[in-house]
């Protein structure tokens, strides 16, 4: 899996770490969804590593992703800035057009 960043995207996502946490995590929110296949892409920083995660191949961040929720992303993610929001999609499709900061800055889920 590769995660693409654009350096507006950086810009946005270190301006949302000030605590300066190490990863950056792949997160499929199921919260308030109903079930665990119901959920939303999201990102958050993280000072946590699993032995469950994996590396998300990545030249900005160290990426990380739950092998389990893994399922849910797609081989190859970009996160862009799209009218001021972080945005994460693929080639073929949004997985979500409005990531907002304090979503980012939530920190650790798993």
């Not at 792949?26 to 590593?49: A, H, I, M, Q, S």
């Not at 992703?65 to 009218?83: D, E, G, P």
């Not at 979500?96 to 650790?108: A, H, W």
């Amino acid at each position: 899996m590769e995660l693409k960043v654009t350096s507006e995207a950086k810009t946005k996502l270190q301006s949302l770490n000030p605590e300066n946490k190490r990863y950056l995590r792949l997160f499929y929110d199921t919260e308030g969804c109903g079930c665990g296949v119901n959920g939303v892409p999201t990102l958050r920083w993280t000072e946590k590593r699993t032995d469950w995660d994996q590396e998300v191949e990545s030249d900005e961040f160290e990426v990380i992703v739950h092998k389990q929720q893994a399922v849910f992303f797609n081989k190859q993610l970009r996160l862009a800035v799209s009218n001021g929001s972080l945005r994460l999609s693929s080639p073929n499709e949004i997985l979500n057009p409005v990531i907002p900061g304090s979503e980012v800055m939530k920190g650790d889920s798993i």
